[in-house]
C-alpha cells in the first residue's frame, strides 16, 4: 500500500510534467515527447546508477521517484501514435528519422547518466578523504 | 484543471504498471518482457481511444494522462542497455525492433477498430 501512494505522488507530477511539456509545439516534427523521452531516459541512467552503487534509498522513495515519476514523465504510447500520424501525413522522412532518433538519443542520455552519477560519487569521494 | 485530469489519469496508469509488473515477475525474469506487454497494449489502447469520439475532458485524463503513464519509455531504454551490458546485442536490437514494430501495428489495429473495419 505505501509503494501504490508513493508511486502515485510521483506519477501524479511526471504525468503533469509531460503534459505541460507537450503542450508547446514545434511544427511536425514530434520535438516534445522527443524531449521528455530522452530527459527521463537521462534522469533514470543517472538515478539508477547512484542509488545501485552510492546512496542507499528507501524502496518506497525508489518507487516515487523511478516507478512514479520518470516511467509517467516518459511515455511510449504517444510516441507510437505520432510515428502512425507522420505515416498518414504521409512524411515518411520525419517518420522514420523520428524513431531512429528516439533511440539513440534516448540510449545516449541513459549512458550519460550513467556516467555523470559516476563522476559526481567520485568527487563525493574525494571531499569525504579530505575531511578526514 | 486540465492538468489534474491529466495528473489523476497518470496516477492510475502508473499504478496499473506497477500491478501488472507485479503479476509478471512471478512468471519471468527476463529484462523488458513486462514493459513489453505495457508499451504494446497501450499502443493499442492509443490508437483505439484517439480514433473514437470521445469528450474532450475524458480524452484527456485516458490518452495524455493514464496511457502515458501506463506506458514508459525510460524503462524501455534501461532494458535496452542491460541486454548492452550483457553483450546481448541480437536480443536487444530484437527487443528494440520488436517495441516498436509491433506498437505501430498494435495501434493501427486499434485505430482500424475504432473505425469500424471489422464488425464483431
Redesign the interface.
Known amino acids: 500500500m505505501k ?2 501512494i508513493a ?2 505522488i ?7 510534467c ?3 511539456i ?1 503542450r508547446l509545439n514545434f511544427g511536425s516534427f514530434p520535438l516534445t515527447t522527443l524531449f ?2 530522452v530527459l ?2 537521462f ?3 543517472l538515478i ?1 546508477e547512484i542509488i545501485l552503487e552510492h546512496i542507499r534509498m528507501t524502496e518506497t522513495l525508489r ?1 516515487m521517484i523511478i ?2 515519476f ?12 505520432e ?2 500520424e507522420l505515416l498518414i501525413r504521409g512524411e515518411i522522412t520525419i517518420a522514420i528519422l523520428y ?1 531512429i532518433s ?2 539513440l538519443l ?2 545516449l ?3 550519460l547518466g ?1 556516467r555523470m552519477a559516476g563522476v559526481i560519487s567520485v568527487k563525493q569521494r574525494k571531499e569525504e578523504c579530505e575531511l578526514i | 484543471m ?2 489534474i485530469i ?6 492510475i ?3 496499473l ?2 500491478l501488472v509488473g507485479n503479476i509478471f515477475k512471478k512468471f519471468t525474469e527476463k529484462h523488458g518482457i513486462v514493459t513489453f506487454f505495457i ?1 504494446i497494449t ?2 493499442f ?3 483505439y481511444f ?1 480514433t473514437r469520439q470521445i469528450p474532450e475532458e475524458f480524452r ?1 485524463f485516458l ?3 493514464l ?12 532494458d ?2 542491460k541486454y548492452l551490458r550483457e553483450r546481448k546485442h541480437f536480443e536487444a536490437f530484437v527487443y ?1 525492433f520488436f ?2 514494430f509491433l ?2 501495428i ?3 489495429l486499434g ?1 482500424a477498430l475504432a473505425n469500424g473495419i471489422w464488425k464483431a
Open positions: 509503494n501504490i508511486i502515485s510521483g506519477a501524479f507530477f511526471g504525468a503533469v509531460r503534459f505541460a507537450s521528455v523521452n527521463g531516459s534522469i533514470l541512467g539508477t518507487h516507478t512514479g520518470i516511467s509517467s514523465f516518459t511515455t511510449f504510447s504517444s510516441f507510437i501514435l510515428i502512425i524513431p528516439s533511440i534516448g540510449l542520455a541513459f549512458i550513467v | 486540465i492538468y491529466v495528473g489523476l489519469g497518470g496516477t496508469g502508473a499504478i504498471r506497477y508499451n497501450g499502443s489502447l492509443i490508437g484517439s484527456y490518452i495524455a494522462g496511457l502515458g503513464g501506463f506506458t514508459t519509455y525510460s524503462t524501455f531504454m534501461s535496452i542497455v528494440m517495441s516498436i506498437g505501430i498494435a495501434a493501427g485505430i
